[in-house]
């Protein structure tokens, strides 16, 4: 099997030209060895956790950038400082790895540059990290927009914020109430010697206190539990099904809320959800089938109605809207590398022409709940105002609720070493 430093280097490599980790981890990970699977991923999720400070690093040891086309050299750079700062990797074997796989790669040229880099920083880390002390992404690990806009938005909050999308994202599983209590599948766990906890706020939620393999979880086969965060488990409370409600869950991939709506309330008349990406769409079918649920999928774009929707009113909306991810950074710490400041305007278009598109199948007197994963107002609380601003027949609906922060349109939950994701929620009636 390849030299997992040189396949770590090349799945951040494509991350670097601009695809995500998720897209590219399947196929890079079939060339590690069985045993080598957890060091991979480790150096994947570890890299790109802290590039903005491992890039700062190698751009205050270098005379001159690298070229933009050599980006796994880029890579492989930022994955030999990671090791060296954070894993507990003996720092010979670091760099004589590190320094290895530019030959594998077929760049002997970068062989010298990577062995000096590596040696500097080994020789001078004290030094270095005094001098960058005062540099904000070396100091926060962020992109400095990302660093401006949390702190305008949230001047009290940002540290905790930056400091918490720093750290590995805790293992949620949701309970499947309707089969099993969360107090008896709390003691399957303890059967098994799996340390969990309750959630403090989702009354089916369960924290694990190390993740695990999920296939190897007791109940998982059989539709007990599934893996889903905290915050995101709150969406269907605040939606409040009914029996006999017609509900639209637009934007629905992977389908952990579509799951959730439906084992909460098994007397739906129907469940449509809705996803612009087919494959996406598989793998809500694959969680649909193992908890033996069933919901009308549909691969459309969900602002285009005209070829989705049949004209018969919803009861209840969740729009999961298509947004920065800013609140899972912790979990897709790649975000860190793909988002522009600029994305986050052209986002909150996008979002709120969703939001005026989904509100027209929504019956009268009826809720939506307006959601993302991201803790930036310009994709929430604002998209919300505007929104009430040009539709008249919208009213809010306090959310009344001891998590998350109060803000004029919702509640802005975020992220917390052991806690839920950063998320807002938002609910708007119909008025009749």
């Not at 540290?159 to 599983?173: D, V």
């Not at 003691?187 to 010697?193: E, G, R, V, W």
Request: one cysteine or more; hydrophobic letters at 40%; charged letters at 25%.
């Amino acid at each position: 099997m390849a030299n997992v430093r040189l396949v770590a280097a090349e799945a951040i490599g494509q991350v670097l030209r601009g695809r995500s980790l998720s897209a590219v981890l399947p196929k890079y990970s079939q060339k590690v060895a069985v045993n080598d699977q957890g060091l991979f991923k480790e150096l994947c999720f570890g890299t790109l956790r802290w590039y903005p400070q491992l890039n700062a690093i190698v751009n205050h040891l270098m005379s001159k950038p690298i070229k933009d086309k050599e980006r796994e050299i880029q890579a492989l750079l930022a994955c030999g400082i990671y090791q060296l700062m954070y894993m507990r990797v003996a720092d010979h074997a670091a760099i004589n790895e590190t320094v290895a796989a530019t030959v594998k790669l077929k760049r002997l040229w970068a062989k010298g540059l990577v062995n000096a880099v590596l040696r500097n920083f080994q020789r001078q880390q004290e030094q270095i990290v005094e001098k960058l002390s005062k540099n904000s992404e070396y100091k926060t690990a962020h992109p400095q927009w990302l660093v401006n806009r949390l702190e305008q938005a949230w001047p009290e909050q940002a540290t905790a914020i930056l400091a918490a999308n720093n750290l590995q994202a805790p293992m949620c599983l949701r309970v499947n109430t309707s089969r099993c209590s969360r107090d008896d599948y709390l003691q399957m766990l303890a059967d098994t010697d799996i340390g969990a906890n309750p959630t403090q706020y989702s009354d089916c939620g369960v924290l694990l206190d190390c993740p695990q393999e999920v296939t190897a979880l007791p109940g998982f086969a059989e539709g007990l539990i599934s893996v889903q965060d905290e915050s995101a488990q709150l969406a269907a409370a605040l939606l409040d099904v009914q029996p006999g409600h017609a509900v639209l869950d637009a934007c629905c991939a992977p389908g952990g809320k579509t799951c959730h709506i439906l084992e909460s309330e098994p007397k739906l008349a129907s469940l449509t959800a809705i996803d612009l990406e087919p494959k996406r769409l598989e793998r809500v079918k694959e969680n649909l089938q193992r908890l033996e649920l069933q919901a009308k999928l549909i691969a459309a774009d969900v602002g285009a109605i005209d070829q989705w929707w049949d004209n018969n009113s919803f009861d209840r909306v969740l729009l999961d809207a298509p947004c920065s991810a800013s609140g899972v950074i912790r979990r897709h710490p790649d975000i860190k590398l793909l988002r522009k400041d600029s994305d986050i305007d052209n986002l909150s278009k996008i979002q709120t022409e969703l939001l005026e598109k989904v509100w027209k199948t929504l019956r009268k007197g009826s809720m939506l709940v307006y959601a993302t994963c991201s803790v930036l107002p310009q994709e929430n609380d604002q998209v919300v105002t505007r929104f009430l601003a040009t539709n008249k027949d919208a009213s809010l609906v306090k959310i009344e609720a001891d998590w998350g922060q109060a803000t004029d349109n919702g509640r802005q939950i975020f992220p917390s070493a052991k806690g839920g994701d950063g998320f807002y929620y938002s609910r708007l009636q119909k008025n009749s």
